[in-house]
């Protein structure tokens, strides 16, 4: 991922966490939508950071195991 891809996804989450907390705010119809699309937000932003966390994990698991692999 690049430095740049990286920005716009923190741009991203911020405005997606404050359009989701300022739509308790607002007039009926505009909750609900302003609710339905942070809370769809919200959710494809967990699941970005699980995978990031996931490949991490997985980068480190290799690793070491190329490392075992080497070292026999």
Known sequence: MSKLSKVLFAIWMVLAVVSFVASFWAPLLFKIIGLTFGGLNMLIILSLVIT?????????????LEEQENGM
Do not use: S
């Open 52 to 64: 990031y966390f996931q490949g991490l994990a997985q980068a480190r698991k290799l690793k070491e």
